[in-house]
């Protein structure tokens, strides 16, 4: 199909036809131009880009958070004979939190 307009020339067309054609045909002729109109509607959202979404500041705020609680945790768990183990298992729970959200956020964004 060519590039969808709606000229005023074919609402001027379509009252033509119905004072020719008279009231019997006025269903009719509403529901082509409505046809029309909601094609050139349909075709100008289909060519028209995407909008970019904002940044997800709940990810943001849950990154951040995550970094400010990791450095006393770090703190606190270095003082333990043998932090090692204790450090990756502190680090291992943020990053499973973190991971989560962001598989929730995909998982949900699939469902919409």
């Known amino acids: 199909m060519e590039s969808q307009r709606f ?3 074919e609402v001027a067309a379509a009252m033509a036809a119905r004072r ?3 009231p019997q045909y006025e269903l009719e002729l509403a529901e ?3 046809d029309r ?3 050139v509607i349909d075709a100008r959202l289909a060519s028209a880009p995407a909008k ?3 940044p997800d500041w709940a990810q943001m705020a849950l990154g951040l958070g995550s970094l400010a609680m990791s450095i006393p945790l770090a703190a606190i768990v270095a003082r333990v004979p043998s932090p090692g183990p204790v450090l990756l298992l502190v680090f291992a729970l943020i990053a499973a939190v973190n991971v989560a959200y962001a ?3 995909i998982t949900g964004r699939r469902q919409d």
């Open 103 to 105: 598989l929730s956020k």
């Open 7 to 9: 000229e005023r020339d």
């Open 20 to 22: 020719e054609l008279g």
């Open 32 to 34: 082509s131009l409505v």
């Open 52 to 54: 970019r979404q904002g």
């Open 37 to 39: 109109v909601n094609a």
